[in-house]
């Protein structure tokens, strides 16, 4: 340990000083000392990484405070367990936090440079998929901003989601490279690697004290090194910590081989190790089943576990676990966590299997993000014994106490027992993630109100009547700082010069604005706004995909990930359905209110409807774009590679919000949020928070279609035919029929033959079931938008009682009904 002597050793860490004289002789040491470049040989990306570093440097004091506060008054953390954190860019967000937007601005202008050069240099950690992963960064976002104590802990992919790239129209994936050009936000601390073990056996032996106990006997490991991120606060001087984890080889692993000589197979043992954490899954709620994805899981919750443990419960009392940490799971991945906290206390730490089992009830919470049984993880028995031969005994174990209680609250209901069972039977014996997470889970959340429901009522019903008290619903909530401060700065001052200051931290007070949708002025204000927003993203894709629009269309945005639930293809049928209208001599092109649609979508690389999909919103919007028939009434534009990036100008600059999917499909969504937030109106089906949104808007003002849930459930009992819908709408027969004629693909019918055939013959989402209703309600938006002060007298009334929907609010319902923790004092 220690013994400083130097005054400047023993006083606290300090912030440089919050001026733009500070600011420069910070920005310029890092570009001297750290990137080794003066200012005038400096290239961009010198410039950006050192502004980043500059910025960093106001938040480190905070930082290691905070850390070190947590520790000294062991305040209980959330330790949020995540496989995905889409965290996008970092830089705006560090300045926002900071204050230092415009002293950063003015001091590197006086240094000759514009900021926004540095800002565009930015490449996002693309950690995630979509919903999930960017809800678990505004979740992180929101508790520093409440100043409650939280550690993230997830995965450093060497390569997040693909860059999306389209030849001839088509999806082709490239690897995304964020790392390349230098990571200035990160951490790295060898110091703190935790070592992983896999595969092997387990064995019993008679320990020292005289007990009989199992031991994992491993067959191979790997080091799990950890990176840290800051999580800084909403202008409030609370810094969290995200750590992610990177795999790397250890020499256990490599040193035999080298010692034999083989040095080639000691460097494929390496990079063997080190592919657990090289790349991110790229499927969204469908998750494949393979084994490097179960190595990862694992991998991050054994690092996460023990990092906790050895960082946090520092006299070693681990039987104080549950009152110094909950650990959230997100979803499904990370429930191997539940085995592996129990085999760190009976194995390691030697606890008796009862009292182990007790604190680890009170350990962890789940959350279920969605209804698709395809995305609920099931492990085959044989992979997971072969991976983790001793987490499998625990979970049979686990399993055998469970149902033992079951058979005996429910006698003689042994059909009960084995749907409750969390090994399922078939089509092959394994584990049922969802089951252990609820079994072992103190709360299980779902996380919307419909969702919820429809988890207590079906996917988990028998959970839900042998442990009532344990379901909770938590809504989803979006963090204001990025999708509306950052991403809409010129509706965010109007709202200040408003309502003052505040209700970037109190969204509520959003419902403040409610009798300034009757002001023309303020609803003029808003609508230069929109304008402006607009003229903003024509602006970035004119640079980014060479393609130019019309500034005076209605804009129609879908962006989300590429899935037949959420049914990009009916968006699609409308398109292609106004367009046959007009080349048919239908309707004319002077009676048609002048959209421009766009689409933002990745689909994973192996689902093959959702490529056809994008192959054929490509296809028809060449064809659309290149018709002087539809020149100035339609314009469909799919720019690739939709990011977090792309979503902060997008949306700002939306008209209308599609969220189409499905009832009762669609968990939650909160694109749908950050629309309504940013002005938006929302056409939508009855389906996950569209339920709330258009309750707290008001009918009025939120075009709703489609059928209910639970007239889903009706038709699909009846035997949904979707070839009968086809014949009796003579308009969605002329659409399909569009479609299948080649219209779209230079007269070749088999392109998209079977697109067609799909949704004739099976449309297992009922978008033909919907066509008619959707329409309807897209002419209802056609008819309202004529009126523009209607229009924005709506878009403004969605922004006032959208509130609800920050993520601030979530995180209280989680402290307060889950995880009991405190803010940092
Ligand atoms: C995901 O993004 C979601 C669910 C899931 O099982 C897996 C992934 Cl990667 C999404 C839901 O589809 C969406 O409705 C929800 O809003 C989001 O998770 C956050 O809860």
Known sequence: SFQPTHPLALAPVTSPPHSVDGFVREFLRELNTDSGVTLSRSTVNDQYLSLARAVRHYLSARWLENTRKVRETKAKMVGYLSAEFLLGRQLGNALLATDLEEIAEKALAECGIDIATLRAQEVEPGLGNGGLGRLAACFIDSLATMGVPCIGYGIRYEYGIFRQTFVDGRQVEQPDTWLTLGSPWEFPHPEHAVQVDFGGHTETYVDTDGVERTRWVPGWNVLGMPFNYMVPGYQNGQVNTLRLWSAQATNAFDLPTFNSGDYAEAVRAQ????????????????????????QQQY??????????????????????????????????????AVPELMRVLVDIEKLEWDAAWE???????????????????????????????????????????FLA??????????????????IAEYPERAVR??????????????????????????????????????FTNVTNGVTPRRFMRLANPGLSQLITETLGTGWLTDLERLAELEPYAEDAEFRAAFVRIKEANKTRLYRLLRARDQVALPDDHLLDVMVKRLHEYKRQSLKLLHIVSSYEQIISGKVDPSQVTPRTFVFGAKAAPGYRIAKETIHLINSVAAVINADPLVKDVLKVVFPANYNVTLAETLIPAADLSEQISLAGKEASGTGNMKFALNGALTIGTDDGANVEIRQLVGDEHFFLFGLTEPEVAEVQTAGYRSHEYYEGDPQLKATLDLIASGHFSGGDRTVFEPLVSNLLYDDRFMALADFRSYVEAQARVDAYYADQDAWARSAVLNVARSGFFSSDRSMREYIARIWHTQPLR
């Open 271 to 294: 990079t063997f190790a080190e592919n657990i954490t090289k790349v991110l899954y790229p499927e969204d709620s469908t998750p494949q089943g393979k084994e490097l994805r179960l």
């Open 299 to 336: 991998f991050f919750v054994a690092c996460s576990i023990r990092d906790f443990i050895d960082r946090f419960i520092l006299d070693g009392d681990v039987t104080t676990l549950p009152e110094r940490v909950i650990f959230q799971l997100n979803d499904t991945h990370p429930v191997i």
């Open 359 to 401: 604190i680890t009830k009170k350990c962890f919470a789940y959350t279920c993000h969605t209804l698709l049984p395809e995305a609920l993880e099931v492990w085959p028995t044989e992979l997971l014994g072969r991976l983790l031969p001793r987490h499998l005994e625990i979970i049979y174990r686990i399993n055998d106490e």
């Open 405 to 422: 209680e079951v058979r005996a609250a429910f006698p003689d209901d042994e059909m009960r027992a084995r749907r409750m069972s969390i």
């Open 433 to 470: 993630m969802a089951y252990l997470a609820t079994v072992a889970g103190a709360k299980v959340n779902g996380v919307a109100e419909l969702h919820s429901q429809l988890l207590r009522d079906k996917v988990l019903h028998d959970f839900s009547e042998y442990w009532p008290e344990k």
